[in-house]
């Protein structure tokens, strides 16, 4: 991880570049000249207060908002210069939470993520189908390929999401708060997975979390963000490795809460003071 300001190499390393992007809304600021770069491969979690700015810059990323100023460069390209069928292919989103009435199966619902790749007017072709059901098999719900995605779990829901967003085979996957409203053995199975897709398909993962110990736990490097408050300090308080981003000064800073760092069985855990 980089602040932006250009550390050995970075400039030119595949990832993510994110240079200057600030964003309004209305006269509410809230992203000042957010700089970062992040590393290809990498599992990279974003963390801080609500209303810091987490979710807003996913979806700048992702080129869901357009920012009042500053880039995104994904391998070096400028996506706002990309097709929006480029973009399909090498961006995969999960939003915080998703619906349908429609009866549509597991495996119906994944293939749709293969519409990059689908000519117009097509259907899904064999291809298509043989990459569904190997991703299914990836993310370990195969054995739901024919259930209706209304009947299943909150936690299976999500898994079907992140397999969706896997079957476009994208390089960067973009997870906003991907253990919300999962109990905590589903929390826990969702990011080991997450950091295990990343590994083995060397796909760069920026997440959205709320538990600062989770982010600790399964992130390569943390982005440590706050809220502005109009005294001229930017969004982001730190980033780096957990160790050195997650500092109770730094967490004081983004929170307003005092911390301890405690030790269990070489796990470096917060806990309230």
Partial sequence: MDDGNGGPGIRDAEGVRIEGISLSYGCAKILDGVSLAIRKGSVVTLVGPNGCGKTTLLKIINRLLK???GRVFVDGSDISKMSTH??????GYVPQGHRTSFPFTVKEVVITGRMPYVPAFSTPGKEDIKKTEQVLSLIRIDRLSDHAYTQISGGER???MIAR????EPSVLLLDEPTSYLDFRNQIQTLK???EISKSRDVTVIMT????NHAMMFSDEVVLLRRLNGNGAGNVVASGSPEDAMTPQNIKSA??????IVDV????LLMPI
């Fill in 67 to 69: 920012p009042d100023s």
């Fill in 86 to 91: 480029r973009l399909a292919r090498i961006m």
């Fill in 158 to 160: 999500q898994l079907v």
């Fill in 165 to 168: 967003a896997m079957v476009q």
């Fill in 193 to 195: 997975l997450i950091r």
């Fill in 209 to 212: 979390l709320h538990d600062p």
């Fill in 255 to 260: 929170y307003g809460v005092e911390v301890e």
């Fill in 265 to 268: 069985k070489g796990r470096r």
